[in-house]
């Protein structure tokens, strides 16, 4: 059989009744909205992290924000992670004792 483009497209035609199952899929924090945010002190007075999972369906990712104290007072956040109320709360805290990002 001589194969071209054409014949080769139709072959891997989209079948809706592929997606059927989706459905019933689990949705992720990403798509619900509810996102907890994990905080730990890893270097007591010096180096915390938090912890959110990113995602859709059953691919997660988990993202962390590591917040580490600048010896001449304030900190810092490398690779923020997103600002939700939860997270938000535990890095102002952080603010109040430590001073400014």
Do not use: C
Not at 11 to 35: D, E, H, N, V
Request: without cysteine; neutral net charge; charged residues 10%.
């Amino acid at each position: 059989m001589n194969y071209n483009a054409f014949t080769i497209s139709q072959s891997y035609q989209f079948a809706p009744q592929s997606l059927a199952g989706s459905s019933l899929l689990p949705l992720t924090a990403t798509i619900t909205g509810k996102r907890p945010t994990i905080f730990r002190t890893i270097v007591n007075d010096e180096i915390w992290t938090q912890d959110q999972q990113l995602g859709i369906v059953n691919v997660n990712v988990p993202i962390r924000s590591t917040i580490i104290k600048i010896p001449g007072g304030g900190l810092n956040v490398i690779n923020p992670i997103q600002p939700t109320p939860e997270s938000m709360t535990q890095l102002n805290a952080l603010i109040s004792s430590h001073g400014p990002v």
